[in-house]
């Protein structure tokens, strides 16, 4: 009976599945942490929406296996002397998956609509290098004044504001993807829909059922079709990291974007190497509130950030998926000295000392300690983190507590500049440059929760951002890092992120990188 | 009868519409809001985002300009999902979750009934003791323990079952959700049958029954069990509603697309839209299922009358 | 029931009431054993946590998740790691550890003079106490220091974080406990109160006040609680003050339902007639008559917001740390299932006895309490 029952079971399974149909098919899993909230390209603003574009969409140029820069609808580019106006040549014979060419009035329409106010895309400002881009976005100007052109059907340029060498690194974010005008017309809000879905990718979109599941399948029409190994995609979204490392197990998945920290010990026993770590372009960070007493004292706000224990925070509450960070910006960005904080080769211990000295000084002793209140988001590693430091800050005399919130109250407190004294906040790049991270200091910006303002600080960033050639950039806002967070800790960097994933061994041609970007079209599965 | 029914509705239109107040400026007191996350949008940004949603408008007319699309049947679009409507989302889940709760519920109603007898007809004996036990252990285990156990026990010890997923409906992944959901149930179901039966053995009618020498069986069945069934149905008529609109912990760790995870991770997202779906959502089914739980109170029971 | 006789002195019958009640609960052993287990459970965690020799704040650093054991810790293997850990932190260079006389001794070795202050970081580490150099080079480059053992019990093992497990759960069940007390507490008040008035007073005010009842029955649940975490969750009591304000609805219909079928008992009826005054006829009739089910529904309502607060805990919406509770626990432990077992298993075999206690303490109650069984 347990045979008979059994089978039943599997013969089941195989046919709702449909792994075995009349031809191999090669099916591929892909467990990716969260649903996307739109498959909209335009309209996206995470990662997790980021790899189902990449394989439905294709930019003017894109990430290979190794997360290298390549052309890709762009099949060639030339760039002016000044470094200010980029004019792509589109590839002749790529087409979208209707059959209907990709040209340049197309990526027209989709620069366009990006900045249009009334997408209200999230990621509007990626264009901001691009001439006007900003004021359209803000409603002065009309969309069609932004600065780009079609020359003719296959060719595309753009005008800057300045030289802005990471323009190539950028395109490849799924926020400058092209969408077909014909298909947006005809569909208007619809055209995301599977079935109305046109896409210039390696796949196209077949089902998207929320919660469950989204399938692409190959794309005939694109160009490189041959070399794509991969028939389906299947996006699982993996909400319980749990659940998701059984289904691993079970070969429900092939690959999951996330493991469970806590049991990391026991999946690389279990599933060897299977279990992919390396850095990943992102920062840990904890802010403090500088223009409240007693945090306005940057001696202060040294002294706490010294008597962190990073390491301790890395090996032991992340299990060495983070690495201890002393500047905002990760290494791992060619070019880009980064700029750590003083103490960032001293010994624990020293670290220490020299913290209990500056606290001295500044007149706290056991009988009038410091009070601070560490402010975080719900998340299981954070509340290691925040009751790690708790702990560690405790012999020192600071009397620290703990506020968890959700993450919306947590981020809208930060965002509304409400009262805190530190609080957790986290940055993944959007794309591999320096800029991405500094900018978050500037005066005024957006997710400048500390309200940081220095004069020098957004000099250097302008002085950095008109600089001509490359070298001087780097050199400018690596000086600004050195003043903004090495000096001022307008952020208090604690650990650089990593990726955690675990992969099938049956599937072939996944590179570790940086940016943990996967392009299903370069990958295989035996 | 008809008519009862009939005004039973018409009052539960201004329930409805007190809950949906409530909820609507509960939700926008709440801080934080939809459009904030981990990467922050610049200010210029988010005011686009507010004014293609409508957020800017003054309160009052936001929430008359959502009592007007609700009357005309229209819970607008996602804040979070904007891919989807409301109305979207319900329609993908809403059968997931059906099924699931409907199949539990009914699994729960006859298991848990059935022993609840069985325990009560051999009150203070071993059945009885047993029967209390389990019952008693299947609600006080949290179900975010039972799931994860059954996962590893069926589906990676045994493979019987899959993990997760949904499979497209198939019979195979609904066993684990389905028995997740049905447990706790069952318990409470069971200890409640036990107490209503004894009670019902008790009575003065089942007792002269039975010194008159009817058997057993027919005694249960015809007479105590119909005054027994009284406090399940009235259990069953909210277990139901809640059941039928699925669980988020349930479809969490299971990965099932039903619409029960949206209770939560819409209040936690400030997904305006999407929560107020849900408030309307379940105040509809629990009005209907109160309704529904009287009615049956009048078949069941021929002293109860609505006029 | 209703043959109880008038001619009774109401106060006998409310002793007499409680005196069989009593009798009826010592006969029923579940129940009985039920409450000691209860009683016990309370004491333990009330002043258990004074003698586990461990704060429930403190983190072992060398000690995360180490399993439950009655030996101390370390272990003989758990040394040499711990050696390793402690040298390699301090930037310097182990050049071997041997144990002599029950002391450790380390020698390290640098490129650069080493500081002798380097005997902080293996005092440092949980597991070693006492560090002192024994011997050093003339160049200061290499270093011998002798260290002592610190023994450690961690007899429920330690959490992800190295924090004495034992110390934890019995802080977590105060909180587990006082929530469900508090709660229960809560809701009751507001129960009674909210359907003796409605019940006594009648007519149009009942219509109107068991109207807002079908209302917030019909409110979303979760939604109304995860609104609460989000006003309250800074503190975690006021939270729960909040849950037991939306848990009295059952409570207030059950009452309601008393009072309205007690006002119309021939012995109140008969007292009124007697020109009893509506106080005493509350106090002597009522109330007693209503005592049973009010004490029934809190035994089952307390387990409810036990259950409760760990569904909120799962959802990351728990009592806020270093605090913690046994919902909180098990949801940790549901996520490194199946390693590390006993995160799980110890907080949920505290938390399933104690309701398993408080389900038959009611049940016991409920036998004894039940006029009709009499």
Known sequence: ?526 | MLRYVFRRFLTAIPTLFVIVSIAFFLMRVAPGGPFNQEKGLNPVIKANLERVFHLDEPLWKQFLFYLRNLLSGDFGPSYNLPDFTVADLFKAGLPVSLQLGAMALILALVIGSALGIWAALRQNQLTDYAVVGVATAGSTIPTFVIAPLFQLFFALTLHWFPVGGWGGGALINKVGPVLTLMLPQLAIVARLMRGSMIESLHAHHIRTARAMGLSDYSVVIRHALRGALLPIVSYSGPAAAALLTGSVIVETIFSIPGVGRYFVEAALNRDYTLVMGTVVLIAIFTVLFNLIVDILYAVIDPRVRYD | MTDVSISHVPAEKGRSLWADAWARMKENRAALWSAYYLMFMALLCVFGPWFTSHQFTTIYQDYNRVPPSFSAYPKPEMIDLAVKDAVQRSRVKLAGWEEKDGKILITITSAKPIDERMTRYIDRSSVFEGTQVVQKSADSLKLVMSTSVEKQYFFFGTDNSGRDMLTRTLMAGRVSLAIGLLAGLVAVVIGVLYGATAGFIGGKTDEVMMRIVDVLYALPFIFFVIMLVVFFGRNFVLMFLAVGAVLWLDMARIVRGQALSIKRQEYVQAAEALGVNRWGILIRHIVPNLLGPVVIYMTLLVPQVIILESFLSYLGLGVQEPMSSWGVMISQGAKNMPSANWLIAIPSFFLTTTLFALNFIGDGLRDALDPKDR
């Open chain 1, 1 to 526: 009976m347990n045979m008979n029952f059994k089978s039943w079971l599997v013969g089941t399974t195989m046919l709702v599945m449909g792994t075995t149909g009349a031809f191999a098919e090669v099916v591929f899993n892909r467990g990716n942490s969260a649903d996307p909230e739109s498959l909209d390209p335009h309209k996206t603003s995470t990662v997790y929406e980021a790899h189902i574009l990449r394989d439905l969409f294709m930019g003017l140029t894109i990430h290979n296996a190794k997360a290298e820069v390549e052309p890709g609808a762009a099949e060639s580019w030339t760039i002016s002397p000044d470094g200010k106006v980029y004019t792509f040549k589109l590839r002749a014979g790529a087409t979208w998956s209707d059959g209907s060419p990709v040209t340049a009035n197309d990526f027209v329409f989709s620069w366009q609509r990006v900045v249009d106010p009334a997408t209200a895309a999230e990621y509007a400002y990626m264009l901001a290098p691009v001439v006007n881009a900003e004021d359209v976005t803000a409603g002065k100007k009309k969309p069609d004044e932004l600065g780009v052109k079609a020359l003719d059907d296959m060719t595309f340029e753009v005008t800057l504001n300045a030289p802005t060498p990471y323009l190539l690194e950028m395109l490849t974010h799924q926020a400058t993807y092209p969408v077909s005008k014909a298909n947006v017309e005809k569909f208007g809000a619809d055209f995301i829909k599977p079935g109305n879905l046109v896409s210039n990718g390696a796949y196209v979109l077949a089902e998207f059922v929320p919660n469950d599941h989204v399938k692409a399948v190959k794309n005939d029409k694109f160009y490189d079709a041959a070399n794509v190994k991969i028939d389906t995609v299947n996006f699982i979204p993996t909400e319980d990291r749990s659940t998701a490392m059984k289904r691993f197990e079970a070969g429900e998945l092939d690959s999951n974007d996330d493991i469970p920290t806590e049991q990391l010990t026991d999946l690389k026993a279990k599933f060897g190497d299977q279990v992919h770590l390396g850095p990943y372009l992102g920062t840990y960070y904890y802010v403090f509130k500088i223009h409240k007493a007693p945090w306005d004292n940057v001696k202060l706000r040294h002294a706490i950030s010294e008597a962190i224990d990073r390491d301790y925070l890395a090996e032991k509450v992340w299990q060495n998926t983070m690495i201890p960070a002393y500047s905002f910006v990760p290494p791992g960005i060619s070019g880009y000295e980064t700029r750590t904080t003083e103490y960032a080769e001293m010994s624990q211990i020293d670290r220490e000392d020299a913290a209990k000295k500056a606290l001295a000084e500044l007149g706290y002793s056991p009988d009038k300690p410091l009070k601070m209140e560490i402010r975080y988001n719900t998340s299981e590693n954070h509340k290691n983190t925040a009751v790690a430091i708790q702990e560690q800050l405790k012999p020192l005399g600071i009397e620290v507590t703990l506020l968890n919130t959700d993450t919306k109250t947590h981020y809208g407190m930060l965002e509304q500049h409400g009262d805190f004294d530190i609080a957790r906040a986290g940055w993944i790049a959007d794309y591999k440059d320096p800029s991405n991270f500094l900018d978050l200091c500037k005066t005024g910006a957006g997710n400048n929760y500390a309200e940081y303002s220095d004069k020098e600080y957004d000099e250097l960033l302008a002085a950095g951002a008109a600089a001509p050639a490359p070298e001087e950039r780097m050199k400018k806002l690596s000086d600004a890092e050195a003043i903004g967070v090495a000096r001022d800790l307008c952020v208090v960097p604690l650990l650089y992120y990593g990726f955690h994933t675990v992969v099938s061994n049956k599937l072939k041609g996944w590179e570790d990188n940086v940016m943990d970007v996967h392009p299903t079209r370069f990958l295989s599965k035996e």
